[in-house]
């Protein structure tokens, strides 16, 4: 059956440049987080969603950095004016209520 | 005090030996309870859920103590292909049920 969808599977930006990110979680899941993991690191909570909206947006790490959700779906992370510290893999998990979550495969970003 | 604590790593053993991995949560009312695996360089993966009277799959035993908000995972007869990184999850009934990922432990099995 499907999983969870990301795109683009990669991307290289420019420093200052605005990125979107995709996230299309297994049909009929309620909840979707988005994570970030650097190299050699561990999984850093970004957002979390419940239907449409977000009670937990604490682990955004600054305000270029913004997240919607549409008809309890598709994701998308928006981060305006990258930085090179936003150089990651960005992870999307979906779940229905509060069971198992499912990881997509993640976009690694690079910015230069 | 963590949401969510695991043992540090990492964990060093020999092919075939026995490894336990323990994992505190501290909301008393969480409810859903699992282990993920994650291979370098990629996403993480459900190893297995946890339900309250233990569960066991395989080679992989895992156990619930609700009295002690614990979680642990035992894993016999190593291989080397379960070198990775082992990662809890709780749910948080307080934070609208949000899954809470511990930092994980990894895993090293050696020949």
């Known amino acids: 059956g499907a999983g969870v969808s990301q795109s683009p599977s990669n991307k290289v930006t420019e420093k200052g440049k605005d990125v979107e990110l995709r996230c299309d979680p297994i049909?009929?899941?309620?909840?979707l987080y988005w994570y970030r993991q650097s190299l050699g690191q561990g999984l850093e909570f970004l957002i979390y969603f419940q239907g449409n909206s977000a009670p937990d947006k604490s682990g955004l790490p600054s305000d270029r950095f913004s997240a919607e959700r549409t008809g309890g779906s598709v994701s998308t992370l928006t981060i305006q004016r990258t930085q090179q510290e936003d150089s990651a893999v960005y992870l999307c998990?979906?779940?229905?209520?509060?069971?198992?979550?499912?990881f997509g495969p993640g976009t690694r970003l690079l910015v230069l | 005090r963590k949401e969510v604590e695991q043992d540090p790593g990492p964990f060093n053993v020999p092919e075939g030996a026995t490894v336990a991995f323990n994992c505190t949560y501290s909301?008393?009312?969480?409810?859903?309870f699992f282990w993920y695996r994650q291979d370098c360089r990629k996403e993480p993966k459900l190893l297995m859920s946890?339900?309250?009277s233990g569960n066991e799959d395989g080679r992989f035993t895992a156990q619930l103590n609700r009295a002690s908000q614990y979680i642990s995972l035992l894993i016999r007869d190593s291989k080397l292909s379960d070198s990775a990184t082992y990662l809890c999850v709780v749910n948080m009934r307080n934070q609208g049920g949000k899954l809470i990922f511990g930092q994980g432990t990894e895993l090293s099995v050696k020949p």
């Open positions: 049909s009929g899941h309620t909840a």
């Open positions: 946890v339900y309250s």
């Open positions: 998990a979906s779940s229905f209520l509060t069971g198992a979550m499912y």
């Open positions: 909301n008393s009312a969480s409810q859903s």
